[in-house]
């Protein structure tokens, strides 16, 4: 698999996506999180839950993908 994008294509899907960035998704649009199976529930305080999702805020991303993603750096570091 080619770890390059060639130049012509990236900036094609790149203009495309600036010009439909506004444009709601299909009706018929369903996300998919492939290789991610498995949920784990944790129990925050409220105070612990609002300075994650001030994080969040600050980082323009939802509270799930930002905890995510100090899990797996977390983990990384651990395996290393």
Known sequence: MAKTIDPILAARLREESERTREAAYPATARPTRPNRTKVYSIRLSEEEQARIEQVADTKHLP???????WILERLNEEIA
Do not use: D, F, G, R
Not at 63 to 69: C, R
């Open 63 to 69: 509270a799930s993908a930002l905890v995510s993603s």
